[in-house]
């Protein structure tokens, strides 16, 4: 479920977080100093994977009649967009791969097929979202509104309505509400109910 009452969580000492943070560290350090050429390796050949599976998906249903080339091409397509999604637009997008230093695969250059540009993603998700992690009213990607995340949700925002959003609501999430007015309206709105919810 997600967090209603942030005094609730916050409740880690300063040395509970300095502590946290060394952990942290330590893990970011890690990975720093073992990945290499394999791993770009990795990427690359996932991007290639990713670009067959979309091209032979859509040769698959228009170059045939067999249904079974349907259903073939219809995997691949889903396949393609999950990698799309998941392990490539997400994670370069995240800077994930900047250190290559390859214009091709860098979070200030990629592009990919979601609803909105990838400026527009990286305000919404990864300064948003990764800044207000399941926090209602101020992380908009636990339901948009449209999904029952806490127990207290009643009425249109019901358990009735979440099994009827559930099927559009990864639409939403790709984008589709991350317009640049929209965020801008919501600004003043995550900032007072920062203010309200942290008592400040």
């Not at 670009?51 to 080339?69: C, E, H, T």
């Not at 799309?84 to 214009?103: A, K, V």
């Not at 992380?139 to 959003?165: F, P």
């Amino acid at each position: 479920m997600a967090i209603t009452d942030i005094k609730q969580y916050a409740h880690l000492t300063e040395a509970d977080v300095e502590e946290l943070a060394r952990e942290l560290d330590a893990i970011r350090t890690d990975i720093e100093e073992s990945r290499g050429e394999r791993d770009a390796r990795y990427v690359r050949r996932t991007i290639q994977l990713q670009r067959a599976l979309a091209a032979g998906g859509r040769i698959a249903l228009m170059a045939s009649r067999n249904k079974v080339a349907w259903v073939a091409g219809t995997a691949m397509l889903a396949a393609a967009k999950i990698i799309e999604n998941m392990e490539l637009g997400h994670n370069i997008t995240h800077g994930q791969w900047d250190w290559m230093n390859d214009p091709e695969i860098h979070s200030t250059e990629w592009e990919w097929d979601t609803t909105s540009p990838s400026v527009q993603w990286k305000k919404s998700h990864n300064f948003v979202h990764h800044k207000y992690t399941n926090i209602v009213g101020m992380d908009d990607d636990v339901g948009y509104g449209l999904l029952r995340v806490t127990q207290t949700n009643t009425g249109t925002n019901g358990i009735s309505a979440t099994r009827s959003t559930t099927c559009c609501s990864e639409h939403f999430s790709s984008g589709e509400l991350r317009c640049t007015e929209w965020n801008c309206r919501r600004s003043a709105e995550v900032r007072n109910l920062r203010t309200r919810s942290l008592g400040t």
